[in-house]
């Protein structure tokens, strides 16, 4: 009898899907509940722990499936992650009273920058004590997403062989949502902390 193949999908399959789901997404900045805090800083902390616990309960349920099914739900895991943390992220843009001002720049740059540093770089500049957040036009978003998808890639492949152990598996791809979390958290406190400027847009 011949054995089964195990079916992986390819480097390039993944990393298109990862960027096309990043475009469906990111557009859409979430809406928020919260209101501006006197205490910024330590009112996001408790919507990052809160959001970070959230991401690893739903990550690690969706690495519950072993062997091909669990590769299926490498892609929806990142995703249902991503809107966790971009209703985090806006969370934390209110709390510090940077609603108005939170773009989908805002999204890719704390989202990304600590998995996908090269492919967001040049979303925000420092200009003299302000940080500058760029308007890309929707072909450069494109080309930051693709670029995105090829970093993310490389993580998930790795952390899709984690599908073929049990238990076990849920577990490591839940701590890491936790952590992955965390960062994301840090990277967008320390943007809307700051004195930002949004770039207008090009006509």
Same mark, same amino acid.
């Given at each position: 009898?011949?054995?089964?193949?195990?079916?992986?999908?390819?480097?390039? $399959?993944?990393?298109?899907?990862? !960027? $096309?789901?990043?475009?469906?997404?990111?557009?859409?900045?979430?809406?928020?509940?919260? /209101? =501006?805090?006197?205490? =910024?800083?330590?009112? !996001?902390?408790? /919507?990052?722990?809160? *959001? *970070? *616990?959230? &991401?690893?309960?739903?990550?690690?349920?969706? &690495?519950?499936?072993?062997?091909?099914?669990?590769?299926?739900?490498?892609?929806?895991?990142?995703?249902?992650?991503?809107?966790?943390?971009?209703?985090? /992220?806006? $969370?934390?843009?209110?709390?510090?009273?940077?609603?108005? @001002?939170?773009?989908?720049?805002?999204?890719?740059?704390?989202?990304?920058?600590?998995?996908?540093?090269?492919?967001?770089?040049?979303?925000?500049?420092?200009?003299?004590?302000?940080?500058?957040?760029?308007?890309?036009?929707?072909?450069?978003?494109?080309?930051?997403?693709?670029?995105?998808?090829? @970093?993310?890639?490389?993580?998930?492949?790795?952390?899709?062989?984690?599908?073929?152990?049990?238990?076990?598996?849920?577990?490591?791809?839940?701590?890491?949502?936790?952590?992955?979390?965390?960062?994301?958290?840090?990277?967008?406190?320390?943007?809307? !902390?700051?004195?930002?400027?949004? @770039?207008? !847009?090009?006509?």
């Amino acid at each position: 009898m011949a054995r089964r193949k195990r079916v992986v999908p390819s480097r390039t $399959d993944i990393a298109t899907r990862v !960027a $096309d789901a990043i475009l469906g997404f990111v557009g859409d900045v979430p809406k928020s509940s919260t /209101v =501006p805090s006197r205490t =910024p800083a330590e009112a !996001a902390r408790t /919507v990052a722990n809160t *959001a *970070a *616990a959230k &991401a690893a309960v739903t990550a690690g349920s969706l &690495a519950l499936p072993v062997g091909p099914i669990g590769w299926l739900t490498i892609l929806p895991e990142l995703v249902a992650v991503w809107k966790i943390q971009a209703r985090m /992220v806006a $969370d934390i843009a209110v709390l510090y009273d940077k609603k108005a @001002e939170l773009t989908r720049e805002h999204m890719l740059y704390c989202l990304f920058k600590h998995s996908a540093a090269q492919a967001v770089r040049d979303l925000v500049a420092r200009v003299g004590e302000r940080l500058l957040v760029k308007s890309a036009s929707l072909a450069v978003v494109q080309g930051v997403a693709r670029a995105i998808g090829v @970093e993310i890639t490389q993580h998930a492949i790795g952390r899709g062989l984690s599908r073929w152990i049990p238990i076990a598996g849920a577990v490591g791809v839940g701590a890491y949502a936790y952590y992955d979390t965390a960062r994301v958290a840090s990277t967008a406190i320390e943007l809307f !902390a700051q004195d930002t400027v949004v @770039e207008p !847009a090009a006509k």
